[in-house]
């Protein structure tokens, strides 16, 4: 790597010594936050037709599984919950 003139241990490249730059990455825009149960609305639908009927039950294991619907029957059985 080429140092600029003057020291400072960045490239000429403007990045420091670990390739990013200074600033950070550009962010995107900021997305809208929906309620668990409108995010998750569809796999929480699933559930139900499946026989888990305890909404708070179904969406804590879909918030814990990130979504997957099969984990979170995988966890609803295992944990006993929610299914009738």
């Known amino acids: 790597n080429i140092l600029t003139p003057g020291g400072g241990g960045t490239p000429a490249g403007g990045f420091p010594a670990g390739g990013f730059p200074a600033e950070g990455f550009p962010t995107q825009p900021a997305q809208p936050q929906l309620a668990p149960e409108l995010h998750y609305a ?36 295992g944990g006993g919950g929610g299914f009738q």
Do not use: S
């Open 42 to 77: 569809t796999q929480l639908g699933l559930l139900n037709d499946m026989g888990f009927f305890d909404p708070t039950t179904n969406l804590q294991a879909l918030v814990a599984t990130g979504g997957n619907v099969n984990a979170a029957v995988e966890r609803l059985l």
